[in-house]
């Protein structure tokens, strides 16, 4: 290396510096470093991509915490390691990690793979971009705001608005904070103080991150009224009508009703167009989280779950979800044509947003958002819809419908396996009753041994990687399974080898 520097001793003899760079070679050994990522490709292609979705492979290769944590050596230190090391490590990553794109991971509202949109995200990843100015992506900007003009057209609207986001979570909560400016626009320079008591209504199985966002944005969960479901999970919206009532009798300020498309347990689609009635008698901003089941739009067949989204004020949607374009990909849609989004966010930034750029300065979208490093996510939807269309997107809702059908089906044929409900959506809602509980149910600690039925079953399919499914309680039902549909991976094989495995794993309990 080249020696550079020369320091002076206080006698005046030269010294050597503790560190010599030579600042005209680069850091950075491209042979090395792109040898390096073509082997880890190799890797990434066999464990996750081929291993990965292939049925005769684990979903999880479970280990223990501590033994996992010694496996991966995850100790940091000071030195580097070789080649042959990172690749193991690499190697390793994808072994221990649970495989989501495998047909038989059915634990969460996402999984499956596209491969169009999995090309999308590595294009995103090597690009290394943010979507804040057109100067640093002019590509992304107009991108984004045609895939946007898609799905608002979905809705129903031919005009507005809208910004990707990190999630549903974030979705609503933008919802919550441009229906409060909008109302109360004083509140961004002045500060809760100002404000009167606000009050959002939601159901009691919407997405707890409604809850989240009333606490993130200082309105305060107590302000959240829970408005009473249905058996199906849906809101009933003359209880609805009642609470906003009393709570304006109480002197306290309603602003907003956050309806839900595609319930995360249950799968239920709130009534959409007797809900939007009651925010235009009480002219609350309407929101509908349809993270989970706004999908359903693209299907001709379907969409009418959806009849009256067209009159909401905003929605949230995530199309990694039932369209599986990989994490993250959440729409935040908005009926607004009045730059309301750019009005509530908006901070004065002159060394990003100069007003006297040589093009067109409506195009530096960054002052819309609350982030400003926001990561790129319209790429990998808009390279799936490209290679598919509308049409192909549709057959893919519509086939989880039939798939759905055919499990139920096949439920209704086999002992010890009972529906919470006829599924509305792609949750298959159902408890596993064992042959030693079966025909028990007048038994005074019957509940409770069903309860833990699910928890046991849950523990043996993690540890032998055969499959994933959650369950949970609800209300005053104890532990249930909750399966989700949605992978285009999918086969009525998957079907029959995800009930024979319950079977199996939970026949001796």
């Known amino acids: 290396m080249t020696d550079m520097f020369h320091l002076s001793s206080a ?60 496996l991966l050596d995850l100790e940091l230190r000071a030195t580097g390691e070789p080649e042959h090391r990172l690749l193991q490590r690499v190697k390793d990553v994808a072994k221990y990690s649970v495989k989501t794109c495998h047909p038989h991971f059915f634990n969460q509202q996402f999984g499956g793979l596209d491969y169009h949109s999995l090309g999308g995200r590595f294009l995103t990843e090597a690009l290394n971009t943010a979507i804040h100015s057109y100067e640093l992506s002019p590509v992304f900007v107009l991108m984004e705001a045609e895939v946007l003009r898609g799905l608002r057209q979905l809705v129903g609207w031919t005009e507005g608005d809208g910004i990707f986001c990190p999630g549903g979570s974030v979705s609503n909560m933008y919802a919550i904070n441009l229906a409060r400016y909008q109302l109360f626009p004083e509140a961004k320079s002045k500060g809760l103080w100002s404000l009167p008591q606000l009050i959002l209504f939601t159901s009691q199985e919407s997405h707890f991150s409604v809850m989240k966002g009333a606490a993130f944005l200082g309105i305060g969960t107590d302000n959240v009224i829970s408005v009473k479901v249905d058996e199906g999970g849906h809101m009933i919206p003359e209880d609805l009508d009642e609470k906003i009532m009393l709570v304006k009798s109480q002197g306290a300020v309603p602003f907003l009703v956050s309806c839900t ?5 249950q799968g239920a689609f709130d009534p959409l167009d007797l809900i939007a009635d009651v925010c235009e008698k009480h002219k609350l901003w309407m929101h509908v989280d349809a993270a989970w089941g706004g999908s359903v739009l693209f299907s001709k067949q379907h969409r009418h779950l959806m009849k009256g989204i067209d009159r909401a004020n905003s929605v949230a949607w995530n199309l990694h979800k039932m369209l599986v374009a990989g994490l993250q990909c959440s729409a935040f849609l908005l009926k607004d044509t009045t730059n309301l989004m750019k009005q509530c966010h908006s901070a004065t930034a002159t060394y990003l947003f100069q007003q006297d750029k040589f093009y067109d300065v409506n195009l530096d979208i960054g002052n819309k958002s609350v982030q400003c490093s926001r990561r790129v996510d319209c790429l990998k939807l808009w390279l799936m819809w490209k290679a598919v269309g509308s049409n192909g997107l549709a057959e893919r809702v519509d086939r989880v419908f039939i798939l759905v059908r055919y499990l139920v089906e096949q439920m209704k044929i086999r002992e010890g396996l009972l529906l919470l409900h006829e599924p509305e959506f792609a949750n ?37 990687g055969t499959l994933m499914v959650s369950y949970q309680p609800l209300g005053n039902k104890v532990n249930f399974f909750r399966l989700t549909v949605l992978s285009p991976l999918l086969s009525q094989k998957d079907m029959d080898f995800f009930l024979n495995e319950i079977e199996r794993l939970g026949n001796d309990l």
Not at 22 to 38: I, M, T, W, Y
Not at 430 to 449: H, T, V
């Open 428 to 464: 298959v809602c159902f408890w596993y009753i064992p042959p030693s509980l079966r025909g028990k149910e007048g038994n005074a600690d019957y509940q409770d041994k069903l309860a833990k039925v699910a928890p046991v079953i849950k523990e043996r399919m993690m540890k032998q």
């Open 261 to 265: 498309s595609g319930t995360t347990v």
């Open 11 to 70: 006698d005046g003899q030269a010294q050597e510096p503790a560190n010599c760079y030579d600042l005209n070679e680069s850091l950075v050994d491209h042979a090395e470093g792109q040898h390096f990522l073509n082997e880890a490709f190799k890797i990434i292609t066999e464990e996750v991509l081929c291993k990965g979705t292939d049925v005769k492979q684990k979903v999880c290769e479970w280990k223990e915490p501590d033994e996992l944590a010694l």
